[in-house]
């Protein structure tokens, strides 16, 4: 007996704050996952017509097409220079970036340094792959020691090409760093935890209280040449490892927050 008349009830839909539109991303790969917990997070808080979002360069550069808020295109790594300048004009809106780790972490180190000590009140979304995804899988700033990759055939070198950047680490020693965050896109647990940790990291900005960057490990499945089954369990066994997850710096007063 085929029974019709069982009543369903909805669990999730698409947020509002999400462009009803196909993304560009490949199969597999995990920013349309961070791209829905942003607009979740924003919707949430009632925050969507109050923000302004930055794109940088890399895969994401088109994440302006996928969010229905406000949002700027920034020059290669200069995400959170243009964050900077639009948070200080109006300061009562909430303004973040969206920055892979080729631009954050290499070309756009020094600006995400200076914003960071300078303590200015804007949010990070940093996802961290571990490779240039956009121009072809060339060897970021985060791949990891051995780990294969267009310009690098052999696997990373340390001795010579120098030990991956641990951002979020090094982020955390300014003074100005209010909250510095590591999650991971690669189960349904580790998701919620970086819900939250967003949702932290936007009430760190509108209570004033200084810099926030929540760090995401995410997958490459194309240019890793891996299944988006096998790109999964390899964040879960290589890249844990090198970048743990944890809280790496909250201050006292972010650490009062409650969500």
Same mark, same amino acid.
């Given at each position: 007996?085929?029974?019709?008349?069982?009543?369903?009830?909805?669990?999730?839909?698409?947020?509002?704050?999400?462009?009803?539109?196909?993304?560009?991303?490949?199969?597999?790969?995990?920013?349309?996952?961070?791209?829905?917990?942003?607009?979740?997070?924003? @919707?949430?808080?009632?925050?969507?017509?109050?923000?302004?979002?930055?794109?940088?360069? /890399?895969?994401?550069?088109?994440?302006?097409?996928?969010?229905?808020?406000?949002?700027?295109?920034?020059?290669?790594?200069?995400?959170?220079?243009?964050?900077?300048?639009?948070?200080?004009?109006?300061?009562?809106?909430?303004?973040?970036?969206?920055?892979?780790?080729?631009?954050?972490?290499?070309?756009?180190?020094?600006?995400?340094?200076?914003?960071?000590?300078?303590?200015?009140?804007?949010?990070?979304?940093?996802?961290?792959?571990?490779?240039?995804?956009?121009?072809?899988?060339?060897?970021?700033?985060?791949?990891?020691? /051995?780990?294969?990759?267009?310009?690098?055939?052999?696997?990373?070198?340390?001795?010579?090409?120098?030990?991956?950047? @641990?951002?979020?680490?090094?982020?955390?020693?300014?003074? /100005?760093?209010?909250?510095?965050?590591?999650?991971?896109?690669?189960?349904?647990?580790?998701?919620?935890?970086?819900?939250?940790?967003?949702?932290?990291?936007?009430?760190? @900005?509108? @209570?004033?209280?200084?810099?926030?960057?929540?760090?995401m490990l995410s997958n490459c499945p194309?240019?890793? /040449?891996?299944?988006?089954?096998?790109?999964?369990?390899?964040?879960?066994?290589?890249?844990?490892?090198?970048?743990?997850?944890?809280?790496?710096?909250?201050?006292?007063?972010?650490?009062?927050?409650?969500?």
């Amino acid at each position: 007996m085929v029974v019709t008349d069982v009543p369903t009830k909805l669990v999730y839909d698409r947020p509002a704050a999400l462009d009803p539109r196909v993304t560009h991303y490949c199969p597999g790969c995990t920013h349309g996952v961070a791209h829905r917990l942003v607009a979740e997070v924003l @919707q949430e808080m009632g925050e969507v017509e109050n923000t302004i979002g930055v794109a940088s360069v /890399g895969c994401s550069v088109f994440a302006y097409n996928y969010f229905d808020i406000d949002f700027v295109e920034a020059a290669h790594g200069r995400a959170p220079a243009m964050a900077t300048g639009i948070k200080r004009v109006l300061p009562e809106r909430t303004v973040f970036t969206y920055q892979g780790d080729g631009d954050l972490a290499s070309i756009g180190m020094g600006e995400v340094v200076g914003a960071a000590s300078r303590g200015e009140n804007i949010t990070i979304m940093f996802i961290n792959n571990a490779t240039y995804g956009m121009t072809g899988g060339q060897m970021a700033p985060t791949t990891l020691p /051995g780990q294969v990759t267009s310009s690098s055939p052999t696997g990373r070198d340390v001795d010579r090409q120098g030990h991956p950047i @641990q951002t979020s680490e090094l982020l955390a020693t300014l003074e /100005g760093s209010a909250y510095i965050v590591r999650r991971s896109l690669h189960n349904a647990r580790e998701i919620r935890r970086a819900k939250k940790a967003i949702r932290t990291a936007f009430e760190v @900005q509108k @209570q004033g209280l200084g810099f926030s960057l929540v760090e995401m490990l995410s997958n490459c499945p194309t240019n890793w /040449g891996m299944t988006a089954v096998e790109s999964r369990d390899w964040i879960e066994e290589r890249m844990l490892t090198y970048y743990p997850l944890g809280d790496y710096k909250v201050s006292p007063a972010v650490a009062e927050i409650k969500v």
